[in-house]
């Protein structure tokens, strides 16, 4: 029996058993809504029954799944972002940087506001940022038609698990034909403090609005304490309306991170998700699409940028559901030491879904010898009315790019800085202003190893 079931098996319900790590949302676990108790049970009994994923199964062939299995247990009320929490000195040059811009964002670190604000103009539009527990009181209906119905307890044994026991949680909600001018920042900070930690978000925009929504998930880069992140977000977009969804992923290099991702396009929806990826020591990250009405377009932007022993495993799915439906994914991946990638995309369109376009990429650069990449991009077509096309590649750098750039004057460490720059920049361009020169210098600062 594995770890995780052994935990799930005692008498009390191990770690999400006791009245206020199961159900206390509130100040007071009596004032849980009923459906929120009832979607919590559900998902700790399929939690405590569903077996650990299969290592046969290609989405896990790469990464073993007792890494994410948690070694302690939460044991603090939900409705710890209600009050404000220490700011930590690492992440105080951050949250200057969100307060002197005046931008519209909350931040969390350790489940506890840090740091908030929200033009006038914002408060009085409707738009809901906030915490979940808050967001359960405040837009009630809101969040009972939403959470937990794109990532559900029968999804997988871990999401049960995040379903069941979070602890950090943020809605972000657009109201019907409102368009948000400044992007929506939320930082979900942690220091390991906590051996383990449950996040869930929840972004819903309803009929005809827009939002660029912008999600930093942050940890101390200085951290000597291992720590384990289950984190989901699930994602709503009305018809008619636009999401871009921007997600930094910086975590500290001692974090196994198990990030869940699904986001639903309603009909002539739009949804961009840009996905940054630099942190954390091993992390699987199961990313999604789900296209339900004609005229839904999504398009997936990653880059992944891994070195020493990192460990990186990103899943890509884009599901058309409906015809006349349209999916783009382009991700990019660099590594070097003896770091190592591996990617999965599947595009499948079912046999109802006629007249579709999805298309597939994902190019791999290795800077070392010791550096790994695997690729497996996947089509599943259900009907011939359809245009797809997938490709993947894996290399090195290109030695006549080198040359080229040092027979210009350019010294050969200044060359492969160049080219790899040159590599990762177009996604790049694709990110909003605010957060442009803040990936850059992300990148920078690993490509300046050489």
Not at 127 to 141: F, K, P, R
Not at 288 to 304: M, Q, R
Request: net charge neutral; glycine share 8%; proline share 4%.
């Amino acid at each position: 029996m594995s770890r995780l079931a052994r935990r799930m098996d005692s008498e009390t319900g191990g770690f999400v058993e006791s009245g206020k790590g199961r159900h206390a949302v509130m100040e007071n676990p009596q004032e849980t809504p009923q459906w929120l108790a009832e979607l919590r049970d559900t998902a700790l009994q399929q939690c405590r029954t569903a077996a650990l994923p299969d290592r046969v199964a290609h989405l896990w062939r790469y990464s073993d799944p007792n890494w994410f299995v948690p070694e302690t247990a939460p044991d603090k009320p939900i409705n710890r972002g209600k009050k404000q929490g220490a700011l930590p000195d690492w992440l105080k040059p951050r949250i200057g940087e969100l307060e002197r811009s005046q931008a519209p964002h909350l931040a969390l670190c350790n489940g506890q506001i840090v740091s908030t604000y929200q033009p006038p103009g914002l408060l009085t539009s409707g738009v809901t940022l906030s915490t979940l527990a808050a967001g359960i009181v405040t837009d009630e209906a809101l969040v009972r038609a939403h959470l937990g119905r794109y990532v559900g307890p029968s999804f997988g044994k871990f999401e049960a698990l995040n379903l069941a026991t979070w602890d950090t949680g943020v809605l972000v909600a657009v109201p019907k034909n409102f368009v948000s001018v400044q992007p929506l920042q939320l930082i979900i900070a942690t220091d390991a403090s906590r051996a383990f930690s449950s996040i869930r978000l929840l972004i819903v925009l309803a009929q005809q609005s827009a939002a660029t929504v912008a999600i930093e998930l942050l940890g101390d880069p200085k951290a000597s304490t291992a720590q384990q992140l289950n984190i989901v977000l699930e994602v709503a977009v009305g018809a008619g309306a636009a999401l871009k969804q921007i997600m930094v992923q910086n975590l500290s290099n001692r974090t196994h991170a198990l990030l869940t991702n699904r986001g639903s396009v309603d009909r002539d929806g739009h949804l961009t998700a840009i996905l940054t990826s630099f942190g954390g020591e091993k992390v699987k990250a199961d990313l999604g699409t789900v296209l339900t009405g004609k005229g839904a377009e999504t398009k997936f932007v990653g880059v992944a940028f891994a070195q020493d022993r990192q460990h990186l495993d990103h899943h890509t799915v884009h599901q058309h559901l409906a015809g006349n439906t349209t999916s783009d994914l382009d991700f990019k991946v660099v590594l070097k030491g003896k770091a190592r990638s591996a990617y999965t995309g599947l595009i499948r369109i079912e046999k109802d879904a006629p007249f579709c376009e999805a298309y597939q990429e994902n190019r791999n650069l290795l800077l070392s010898k010791n550096a790994r990449a695997d690729s497996i991009p996947e089509l599943e077509i259900m009907t011939d009315e359809v245009r797809c096309t997938h490709g993947a590649t894996v290399g090195s750098i290109d030695l006549n790019q080198v040359f080229y750039l040092m027979s210009r004057g350019i010294p050969n460490d200044e060359a492969i800085r160049l080219i790899v720059a040159g590599f990762l920049e177009h996604t790049i361009q694709i990110v909003p202003d605010e957060l442009r020169e803040q990936i850059r210098e992300l990148a920078a600062q690993r490509i300046s190893d050489f």
